[in-house]
C-alpha cells in the first residue's frame, strides 16, 4: 500500500529579510503598528487574505516579490528599524520585572486558560474569556514578569458564525493547519515532547506547542497525534465542543496534563492562576502530588495547594 506524505512548499527567504520570520514567530507584532505596517507592505492583498497572519504570509509569498524586497532600500532601512525595537522591546533592563517588586518572584506564575484570543489569525478563542487571557498575557510581557501560560490547542478552534438568507444562524468549522500558525512544536530531539494524562483506563497523550507573546511562552496542549486512539484524538478538536463528557476530558487535559506539561519542561511555579473553572483539575492533581512527594497527609496538602492558587471568573 502507498505511504502519503503532506509537504509544506514555501520560498526561500533571503538573508536580509530573515527578521521577518522572527519576528513572525513572536506576537508582539500584533500590538506594534510599526510592525503591522510592515507586514502589510510585503504584501497588501495577500495579508488580508492570509487574515493578517505574517507566518502563512511568507509561504505564500511569490519568491519574485520576496528577492525585489530584498533589493530595496527603503523596505529594508524600515525593516531594520523595526527589527531593532522588537529586540530593544526584547532585552530592556529597566522593566517592573527588573527592577521592581516584579523582580523579586523567582518561580514563575502560572496562569491556565481553556481559550486564548491573541489574534484573529489564531481562531483559539470565542470571545471576552479568551481575549482577558490574551491580555493578561501582554501585561505580563510588559511588565515582564515571571510569567508562563498554558491552553489547549483546537484543530477546529471555535466555529465562525454566519447567517443564512432566512436570518438562521449556521456554524462554519474550521480545520488549522498548526503549521500556519505562529506556534512551534516542543520537542526533545528529533521527538515530540509528550505528556501523559490518565483519563478513565487508558493513558492520553498530548503533544506541547510554544507560542511566544512577547517576553511570555504560552504553552498549548494538543491530543490529536498518533499516539492516541481516533476518540481521544477528538479532545483537542473544538473549544467547548462536544458532550459533557468531552467537556469532562478537556478539563482534566487542561488542568491535570497542564501541571505534567510544565513539571515536563521544567518549569516550577510558585503561583497557579485558574481562569475560570475550567482548569480546576490542576487543584487535585497538585493535590496529589503533594501528598505522594512530600507525604503530606490530605488536608495538609489541600492547605499547602489552596495557599498557591488564585481563581478569578
Same mark, same amino acid.
Given at each position: 500500500?502507498?505511504?502519503?506524505?503532506?509537504?509544506?512548499?514555501?520560498?526561500?527567504?533571503?538573508?536580509?529579510?530573515?527578521?521577518?520570520?522572527?519576528?513572525?514567530?513572536?506576537?508582539?507584532?500584533?500590538?506594534?503598528?510599526?510592525?503591522?505596517?510592515?507586514?502589510?507592505?510585503?504584501?497588501?492583498?495577500?495579508?488580508?487574505?492570509?487574515?493578517?497572519?505574517?507566518?502563512?504570509?511568507?509561504?505564500?509569498?511569490?519568491?519574485?516579490?520576496?528577492?525585489?524586497?530584498?533589493?530595496?532600500?527603503?523596505?529594508?532601512?524600515?525593516?531594520?528599524?523595526?527589527?531593532?525595537?522588537?529586540?530593544?522591546?526584547?532585552?530592556?533592563?529597566?522593566?517592573?520585572?527588573?527592577?521592581?517588586?516584579?523582580?523579586?518572584?523567582?518561580?514563575?506564575?502560572?496562569?491556565?486558560?481553556?481559550?486564548?484570543?491573541?489574534?484573529?489569525?489564531?481562531?483559539?478563542?470565542?470571545?471576552?474569556?479568551?481575549?482577558?487571557?490574551?491580555?493578561?498575557?501582554?501585561?505580563?510581557?510588559?511588565?515582564?514578569?515571571?510569567?508562563?501560560?498554558?491552553?489547549?490547542?483546537?484543530?477546529?478552534?471555535?466555529?465562525?458564525?454566519?447567517?443564512?438568507?432566512?436570518?438562521?444562524?449556521?456554524?462554519?468549522?474550521?480545520?488549522?493547519?498548526?503549521?500556519?500558525?505562529?506556534?512551534?512544536?516542543?520537542?526533545?530531539?528529533?521527538?515530540?515532547?509528550? %505528556? +501523559? #494524562?490518565?483519563? *478513565? =483506563?487508558? $493513558?492520553?497523550?498530548?503533544?506541547?506547542? /510554544?507560542? @511566544?507573546?512577547?517576553? %511570555? +511562552? #504560552?504553552?498549548? *496542549? =494538543?491530543? $490529536?497525534?498518533?499516539?492516541?486512539?481516533? /476518540?481521544? @484524538?477528538?479532545?483537542?478538536?473544538?473549544?467547548?465542543?462536544? =458532550?459533557?463528557?468531552?467537556?469532562?476530558?478537556?478539563?482534566?487535559?487542561?488542568?491535570?496534563?497542564?501541571?505534567?506539561?510544565?513539571?515536563?519542561?521544567?518549569?516550577?511555579?510558585?503561583?497557579?492562576?485558574?481562569?475560570?473553572?475550567?482548569?480546576?483539575?490542576?487543584?487535585?492533581?497538585?493535590?496529589?502530588?503533594?501528598?505522594?512527594?512530600?507525604?503530606?497527609?490530605?488536608?495538609?496538602?489541600?492547605?499547602?495547594?489552596?495557599?498557591?492558587?488564585?481563581?478569578?471568573?
Amino acid at each position: 500500500m502507498p505511504t502519503f506524505q503532506t509537504y509544506n512548499v514555501t520560498p526561500t527567504l533571503p538573508a536580509t529579510l530573515e527578521p521577518l520570520r522572527e519576528m513572525s514567530f513572536n506576537l508582539w507584532w500584533t500590538w506594534e503598528p510599526s510592525a503591522r505596517r510592515l507586514f502589510r507592505h510585503l504584501d497588501p492583498e495577500l495579508w488580508n487574505r492570509t487574515n493578517h497572519n505574517p507566518v502563512r504570509m511568507l509561504q505564500l509569498s511569490r519568491q519574485s516579490r520576496l528577492e525585489e524586497l530584498s533589493q530595496d532600500k527603503t523596505f529594508l532601512r524600515e525593516l531594520k528599524q523595526v527589527f531593532e525595537a522588537f529586540e530593544k522591546y526584547l532585552g530592556r533592563k529597566d522593566t517592573y520585572g527588573k527592577t521592581g517588586a516584579g523582580s523579586t518572584i523567582k518561580n514563575p506564575i502560572a496562569y491556565f486558560s481553556a481559550e486564548f484570543g491573541f489574534h484573529e489569525s489564531i481562531p483559539n478563542y470565542s470571545g471576552g474569556l479568551g481575549i482577558l487571557a490574551s491580555d493578561h498575557c501582554k501585561s505580563a510581557s510588559d511588565l515582564d514578569l515571571n510569567f508562563v501560560a498554558i491552553g489547549l490547542l483546537y484543530r477546529h478552534g471555535y466555529f465562525r458564525q454566519q447567517i443564512d438568507k432566512e436570518g438562521i444562524q449556521e456554524a462554519i468549522n474550521l480545520n488549522q493547519n498548526f503549521h500556519h500558525l505562529p506556534i512551534r512544536e516542543v520537542r526533545r530531539g528529533d521527538m515530540s515532547s509528550l %505528556v +501523559s #494524562v490518565p483519563i *478513565l =483506563d487508558r $493513558d492520553v497523550f498530548a503533544k506541547l506547542w /510554544e507560542l @511566544r507573546v512577547g517576553r %511570555v +511562552s #504560552v504553552y498549548l *496542549l =494538543d491530543t $490529536d497525534t498518533p499516539e492516541n486512539s481516533a /476518540e481521544d @484524538r477528538l479532545i483537542t478538536a473544538e473549544l467547548y465542543g462536544g =458532550d459533557l463528557e468531552m467537556r469532562m476530558r478537556q478539563e482534566i487535559m487542561l488542568g491535570i496534563g497542564g501541571v505534567k506539561a510544565l513539571s515536563a519542561l521544567g518549569i516550577q511555579p510558585d503561583v497557579f492562576h485558574m481562569n475560570e473553572g475550567h482548569s480546576a483539575f490542576l487543584a487535585l492533581e497538585r493535590i496529589r502530588l503533594n501528598v505522594i512527594q512530600k507525604k503530606l497527609d490530605f488536608y495538609s496538602a489541600l492547605q499547602v495547594v489552596a495557599a498557591a492558587n488564585i481563581f478569578t471568573t
